[in-house]
């Protein structure tokens, strides 16, 4: 069967054969197939879907299209945290240390911004210095030297997933289940995990808007996980409003360093926490999921996780000094506040809105051979519940010239919607969706 009618059978609704999806994922790999061929097959498959069958054929030959990582060598339970993309999401920045200061080994491979979220290896390299690209036994060594370790794909690991993703990125095609699935578990797979904890965003600002969509994305990727021979939870997280308070790349891991200190926003600290805390429950280190949270609770308080994540910024070649200096990240030349139309409280802030108004500020990619500025973004200097007077600063702008910061500043400003009355208190987590073995 030719590429052609592969694309066409996929267009048409057919599932795939094994050979015929391995025919098109080596040969993209290859370069037999074109960057056009493979963007019809992927938005055929976002109309039409794939079957669990497709799905796991599609993870394995995936993974097959790289090297995958041996930690076996490594003494200690493996296990990752991938979060399905949102906005102000700096998670791993804080649950990772926390974990790793409790005795987990997490090996992540992380990728870049994925249409209006922000990409953990973006944010990172805003840090002087720092480095994400590393050969396979280098990682390994990072993760037995640290605990963890973040890097992105190498041209060895899942190659054929890091060609995809770019694609996916600038083709509108991010929002399809069993390529999610794809993306996500080659990745995880190629690591040499024994665990996984998947972080699965929905709301307003994911890739899933509703909280059944956000159920069938958790329920699909925890059952093809143990298909594969991977446990794995589901923790459902909202993401009507921004994460914390800061958007943008450098803004992040400023708001990031602030909580593994002890302050920071609430809802990324207990967010972080009770994800940290599955990861250690799913590596063993605690059969009792209460007392993990308390572990991890501990870990950040005491200031190891702190610790943690010193060593593993100096071990990947980051300048350290921004923990105690912030000055030294990069920052934007026009940076000015938003202020409050009127008086009331702030009922939402949407986040989908906040995340694109990111993007056009810089901070996110328009076109696969699109660049980052670390410096621009967001800081949010209110929260939903709020009470706010007119006049009063709702926002931060951080812009690259005058009218980057006066557009933004007009797009959060909708963003904002403020009512007379306060809204209904919320909470992050949504549910948890574990194996049923």
Do not use: W
């Amino acid at each position: 069967m030719t590429i052609y009618e592969i694309i066409r059978r996929k267009r048409d609704g057919g599932e795939l054969k094994r050979a015929e999806l391995e025919l098109l994922i080596q040969g993209f790999v290859a370069g037999d197939v074109t960057d056009y061929q493979m963007s019809a097959f992927l938005m055929a498959t976002f109309f039409t879907g794939m079957t669990k069958s497709e799905t796991e054929t599609l993870v394995r030959t995936m993974l097959a299209s790289g090297e995958t990582v041996d930690m076996s060598s490594l003494d200690g339970p493996k296990v990752d945290k991938h979060s399905t993309g949102g906005v102000g999401d700096k998670l791993s920045f804080i649950m990772a240390p926390i974990a790793a200061a409790e005795g987990i080994l997490i090996p992540m491979i992380s990728g870049r911004g994925l249409g209006h979220t922000g990409g953990t290896l973006d944010k990172l390299e805003s840090i002087p210095g720092l480095r994400t690209a590393f050969s396979p036994l280098e990682f390994r060594d990072l993760v037995g030297q640290v605990g963890m370790a973040i890097v992105s794909q190498s041209s060895e690991i899942v190659p054929a997933d890091r060609k995809m993703y770019a694609l996916r990125d600038v083709t509108a095609t991010v929002e399809c289940i069993p390529l999610i699935v794809g993306s996500i578990l080659s990745k995880k797979l190629a690591a040499g995990l024994d665990a996984l904890v998947l972080d699965v965003k929905v709301g307003r600002g994911a890739f899933m808007d509703s909280l059944e969509r956000g159920r069938e994305l958790g329920r699909y990727l925890v059952d093809t996980a143990l298909s594969l021979g991977l446990r794995a939870t589901a923790v459902l997280t909202s993401m009507d409003s921004p994460l914390g308070a800061a958007i943008g790349n450098a803004l992040e891991m400023i708001e990031s360093v602030d909580v593994l200190k002890g302050g920071g926003p609430t809802d990324v600290r207990e967010t972080s926490i009770e994800l940290a805390a599955h990861m250690i429950h799913l590596g063993g280190v605690s059969s009792d999921l209460g007392e993990a949270r308390i572990r991890a609770r501990t870990a950040l308080d005491s200031g190891r996780a702190l610790e943690t994540f010193t060593r593993f910024i100096v071990a990947q070649g980051g300048d350290p000094a921004f923990i105690d200096t912030p000055s030294v990240l990069p920052s934007a030349p026009v940076v000015r506040e938003a202020m409050a139309p009127a008086e009331g409280y702030v009922d939402s802030i949407d986040a989908l809105e906040m995340g694109l108004t990111s993007v056009e500020l810089g901070a996110g990619r328009l076109t696969m051979a699109g660049t980052i500025d670390p410096a621009v973004g967001i800081e949010l200097l209110v929260s939903v519940g709020d009470h706010v007077e007119a006049g009063r600063p709702v926002a931060r702008i951080h812009a690259s010239d005058d009218s980057a910061n006066a557009s933004a500043a007009a797009r959060v400003l909708a963003a904002i919607h403020i009512a007379d009355e306060p809204p209904a208190r919320t909470d992050r987590i949504l549910e948890i969706i574990s194996q049923v073995e």
